[in-house]
């Protein structure tokens, strides 16, 4: 009967961890999957038409959709009408295929003010001596582990981009 009980509690306890996963990574993506081109179109207006996000006094029309996640890849589909913090990920890259707009990606160089704020993610200030690229509708960057970037999006500007966050397995 203990056995059983323990049996019980693990797989309760399993399944609260994995349903406190989703949100996060977005649902388990099971089989083939295709995403058709006029999804992926509709993506910019879907998200533009979320409610803004409120941090503070402050509103921005910083908006996700969790596509889903399989395998240690993730999928977001995300638009940005302002920066975002510099950041560096270990045992994770990053895919970025932008769909609509514009932004400058800054990768490289080092992290100024470098703070943990969850292991293996890394939060910043500002980079020195990184280079810059801007990416437009279109155009796909990888971000290896371990590469600071940052996203600076033009007042006025927006960006619609899907992210692959791909978990390295050294």
């Avoid at 081109?37 to 006094?57: F, H, M, N, S």
Wanted: one cysteine or more; proline letters at 6%; hydrophobic letters at 40%.
């Amino acid at each position: 009967m203990a056995a059983t009980w323990k049996l019980v509690c693990g797989s309760v306890l399993l399944a609260g961890l994995a349903a406190a996963q989703e949100p996060a990574m977005g649902p388990m993506i099971e089989g083939v999957v295709h995403w058709p081109a006029a999804k992926i179109k509709a993506y910019p207006a879907g998200l533009q038409a979320k409610e803004p996000t409120v941090r503070g006094d402050r509103k921005s029309m910083m908006a996700l959709e969790r596509i889903g996640n399989r395998n240690g890849y993730s999928f977001t589909e995300e638009r940005r009408d302002e920066s975002g913090v510099p950041e560096m990920h270990t045992g994770l890259e990053d895919i970025l295929i932008i769909h609509d707009g514009e932004v400058t990606m800054v990768y490289g160089g080092k992290m100024e003010d470098r703070q943990e704020p969850r292991p293996g993610e890394f939060r910043g200030s500002k980079i020195t001596g990184g280079t810059a690229v801007k990416l437009a509708a279109g155009d796909m960057l990888l971000v290896p582990e371990r590469v600071p970037h940052h996203m600076i999006v033009e007042k006025g500007k927006s960006v619609t981009f899907m992210a692959i966050k791909v978990q390295i397995h050294k």
